[in-house]
């Protein structure tokens, strides 16, 4: 399992977004959008807890 988080780039944010200086951090799970958050920090601890959960899936079905 890959997950990713990524800044979101200029191109794909609302004009609106920009003029106020928003940031979103993106995280993507097998190349899906699966959350979208304010401050990077929460988007690491999402990213951590995906992964953490896959881990223990993996541990029961071994």
Do not use: C, P
Not at 19 to 26: F, K, T
Not at 36 to 54: G, R, V
Request: proline share 0%.
């Amino acid at each position: 399992m890959t997950v990713k988080v990524t800044e979101r780039d200029d191109a794909h944010m609302s004009h609106e977004g920009l003029a106020a200086g928003i940031r979103i951090w993106d995280v993507h799970q097998q190349d899906l959008l699966v959350g979208m958050f304010h401050n990077e920090a929460d988007a690491q601890q999402y990213k951590s807890e995906l992964e953490n959960l896959e881990m223990k899936r993996q541990a029961q079905h071994s």
